[in-house]
């Protein structure tokens, strides 16, 4: 009997078996020599673990199947060692699915996934509370990594809004995650964006940085300036935030420190601190987009002023600066940058409209205050201004 039993066993947990766990496979192994066992693990480091057991109620830690969607989060986070390349999507939503069913809530996440609900409904009498069978913030980042890794976008998204519904803490990576996806919008990036900081999560400067390069580098006639746009959004909502800080009273924002107006990590711990600083894509970035696309210098020259405006450091305007009035053709390429710039052929009427919009958002006479011309270069911009 024992010699007709074939299959095979993988285990994933989130930790190092002990000797009592690898006792019990060896006696499987015995009992079953025909069947394969293997188990896989990843070693948390202590403080990662006590994240992890932060952020997770203890009824959520007792639960049936909590080691089971552990075990997805620890494969989500492994490097390829196991079986088969890895975890696959279909199986862990398979498990996932069965855990809300037992909750009664499988319907509508199959209806969020798009996906099929299995007919056997459990009956209203069987179900179990949600809060047993509803997994980690931990499992549903791992859920949504292989759903971008699988290139399921669509699954991820729903993922998404089936843990804003049910109250699940998203963490800042989740957010960062999905922005970063080849496959996401711009405009929905900076979505994500927004709605994590206003959940108290800080978007790094790189973040934003790259969600604009990612928007210059897309191709197509419907995306056209599509690069200034983004940028001209993330200063509406960068200014947007200062107004409600500065309308804020002075008590309510003198409660929170300074090292504690953004809170990283997950989105449901404490109450959330009033939005003071959003981060603005560095020069670095806009200079490149600049480069990339100097056909729409007349929107970069707006944007670029806006920006300028905004932030604390007037310094950081000079290269994009220098960088816009190159592609616009307006001033001579520097050497350094000369490898990287398109060459300079707009129009006079493009000329003249970039000259205008620099003048219009105040830049241009900053710039000329600050010597970011020399002479020869001053001149010429009057000249296109003053014919």
């Known amino acids: 009997m024992k010699e007709t039993i074939l299959g095979e066993v993988r285990l994933l947990v989130d930790q190092t078996p002990c000797l009592s766990c690898m006792g019990a496979m060896a006696q499987f192994r015995a009992l079953l020599p025909e069947v394969k066992v293997s188990c896989h693990f990843v070693r948390l480091s202590a403080r990662r673990r006590a994240e992890r057991d932060q952020c997770l109620p203890s009824v959520k830690r007792e639960s049936r199947t909590y080691s089971i969607y552990e075990g997805v989060e620890s494969a989500g986070t492994m490097t390829g060692s196991e079986p088969s390349g890895g975890p696959r999507l279909e199986g862990a939503l398979r498990t996932l699915r069965l855990g809300l069913r037992q909750a009664g809530a499988e319907e509508e996440f199959c209806d969020l996934l798009r996906l099929e609900p299995d007919p056997q409904a ?37 993922l998404l809004e089936f843990m804003r519904r049910k109250g699940v803490p998203i963490f800042s990576r989740t957010f960062e995650d999905l922005a970063l996806n080849s496959e996401m919008h711009p ?4 979505g994500f964006i927004a709605e994590m900081e ?33 940028l001209r959004l993330r200063c509406r909502q960068f200014w947007r935030a200062k107004h409600q ?24 711990v404490g109450p959330r601190a009033p939005l003071l600083f959003l981060q603005l894509p560095n020069s670095g970035a806009i200079s490149s987009c600049i480069s990339r696309t100097g056909h729409l210098a007349p929107r970069w020259a707006k944007a670029l002023g806006i920006w300028a405006a905004l932030r604390f450091y007037e ?26 710039v398109m060459p300079g052929s707009a129009s006079t009427s493009a000329q003249r409209a970039v000259v205008a919009s620099l003048r219009q958002t ?9 010597r970011a011309l020399t002479p020869e270069e001053e001149a010429a911009v009057r000249f296109i201004e003053d014919p």
């Not at 950081?316 to 990287?340: C, N, S």
């Not at 105040?362 to 600050?370: N, S, V, Y």
């Open 362 to 370: 105040g830049l241009l006479e900053r710039m000329l205050t600050k």
């Open 245 to 268: 800080a500065d309308a804020a009273p002075e008590e309510e924002a003198s409660d929170v420190p300074l090292d504690e107006r953004f809170r990283p990590g997950s989105s449901a």
């Open 198 to 230: 206003a959940l108290g999560l800080q978007a790094s400067r790189r973040l934003v940085s790259a969600v604009l390069t990612r928007a210059c580098r897309l191709g197509g006639q419907a995306r056209e300036g599509l690069g200034p746009a983004i």
């Open 122 to 158: 459990v009956k209203p009498s069987e179900l179990l509370p949600l809060s047993l069978m509803l997994p980690a913030s931990g499992a549903f980042h791992a859920l949504i990594r292989l759903s971008l890794k699988e290139g399921r976008l669509n699954e991820a998204l729903g």
């Open 315 to 340: 310094e950081d305007a000079k290269t994009p600066f220098r960088v816009l009035l190159a592609v616009a053709g307006i001033i001579q390429q520097e050497e350094e940058i000369r490898d990287q």
């Open 187 to 190: 405009r929905k990036a900076m």
